[in-house]
Structure formats: structure tokens, C-alpha cells
């Protein structure tokens, strides 16, 4: 595959994954009061967890697919003679 296509592919992917999370912690952030007494709410740490762990782990996938992407140069050690 071409590299800027891959490039590419990558940063509209990004983005497109950094706006879906964006929306999510806001909504989370924005918390609406149940219509009935007798709905079970998450506290607010849960809701938070279960928001901020996935930001956590895509951001993670993001900074591996790039790393492969991109690999740094690696100079083979050249052996001394002693």
C-alpha cells in the first residue's frame, strides 16, 4: 500500500475515533436525571471508568498502529573485535 494512503487512512481514522470519543465523555459529563425512581444509575467513578477506559485503550491501539506504520531505523551493532 502506498505510504500516504496509509497516512491517510490513519489520521481520518484517528480523527474519526477521537470525535466518537469526544461525544462519549461528554454525554457521560452531561448526566440526566432517571425518569423513574426505580432506575439503577452506575455512581459517577463507574460511569467515568467505563467512559476513560476505552479512550485509554484505543489510544494505545492508535500509538501501536502508528509505531508500525512508521518504524524507526534500527542500526545493527556492529561486533568489536577485542
Known amino acids: 500500500m502506498n505510504p500516504v494512503l496509509a497516512d491517510t487512512i ?9 470525535v466518537a470519543q469526544i461525544g462519549i465523555l461528554r454525554a457521560t459529563f452531561r448526566r440526566s436525571q ?28 492508535l500509538v501501536l498502529t502508528y509505531r508500525t506504520l512508521h518504524p524507526r531505523l534500527v542500526i545493527p551493532s556492529v561486533a568489536r573485535d577485542a
Not at 37 to 55: C, D, G, Q, Y
Open 10 to 18: 490513519f489520521w481520518v481514522a484517528a480523527a474519526a475515533c477521537a
Open 34 to 61: 432517571p425518569t423513574t425512581p426505580f432506575v439503577h444509575r452506575a455512581s459517577r467513578v463507574e460511569e467515568l471508568a467505563w467512559a476513560v477506559l476505552p479512550v485509554l485503550a484505543l489510544a494505545v491501539v
